[in-house]
């Protein structure tokens, strides 16, 4: 059941039924044309207010239990009441009838019932157009909220590519400071390797020199 769609029913019903009430009284106080005008009103109205309360009915069936039987004793009072305008109505016709004459009341009714065929043919055109227009609007809702669900993926999406960067730039830096750090490092080796290379040779010639005086020392200590 569609709450808000059962409420617009109730408005509308309440509507009519508020223009209904005051036309008996207008019929009795009317003569001639003005008086048919008010009977043909009246029936118009009534059968709008008949399928309102069809389209509530309808819309009770799918309603909870509890609500379903306070709602339908509200829709049989309303089917009293109009029953009773209907009632007041015909008094009010019978009473300006007898002051016009007998003749005249055969001939309103006809036109009325003319009247009430193409009435109905149009209820029934503008509760369709209703349900449709009811059922374009919730289609609508769905699709906002549909794109706004999808905006909201969207710029978590952005957020979260956004953070992803941050932290490639963030390696990206930490690499190409390691890049420069490994450069240092091999400098530092290559010099480190070229010191131990001199201090080798150094160490090479140092043995080479004792070892030659150790020798002249030899040499002209028992041989001279």
Known sequence: MSSEEFEKLHEIYKSLFEELKLLPEKALRSQGEERKRLVR???????????????????????PSSYRNTMSTKLRMYHRDLGKLQRDMKTSDAGSSSQAGAGSHPAIYSSQNQQSTHVQSQRVLLLQGTDSLSNASQS??????????????????????GGQREQLDR????????????????????????????????????????????AAVVYLKFFR
């Open 41 to 63: 009103t009246f029936d118009e109205r009534k059968g709008e207010a008949e399928e309102v309360l069809e389209g509530m009915d309808e819309e009770l069936r799918s309603a």
């Open 140 to 161: 609508i809702e769905r699709t906002l909220r549909i794109a706004a669900e999808t905006d909201q993926v969207g710029t978590d999406i952005i957020e979260e590519l």
């Open 171 to 214: 390696a990206r830096n930490k690499l190409v400071d390691t890049g420069e750090n490994l450069s240092k490092s091999r400098k530092i080796l290559r010099a480190m390797s070229r010191r131990l290379m001199t201090n080798k040779l150094l160490l090479g010639v140092i043995i080479i020199m004792e070892l030659a005086i150790l």
